[in-house]
């Protein structure tokens, strides 16, 4: 159960970088908004993508363990 909770929490994290990255672009979200055609947000939103794969990496890491060792 928590390597589904694990890779749900990467999945949650690279929605968010998407987001934030897009923001940084100006393509997503209001003018009026700090993050919007802020150049730092679209490098603060890839790392959070880039977070969110590892993290997710690691949930379906933990993932083919359990099924590999179930096996056996």
Not at 21 to 31: D, F, H, I, K, T
Not at 32 to 43: G, R, V
Request: aromatic fraction near 16%; charge should be positive; glycine fraction near 12%.
């Amino acid at each position: 159960m928590m390597k589904k909770i694990i890779m749900i929490i990467g999945a949650i994290m690279i929605c968010f970088g998407v987001l934030f990255q897009y923001q940084g672009r100006g393509v997503v979200g209001p003018e009026s908004s700090f993050m919007y055609y802020n150049k730092d947000w679209i490098y603060y939103g890839i790392a959070i993508i880039l977070s969110g794969v590892a993290v997710c990496g690691a949930g379906v890491f933990l993932y083919v363990r359990a099924r590999l060792r179930a096996r056996l």
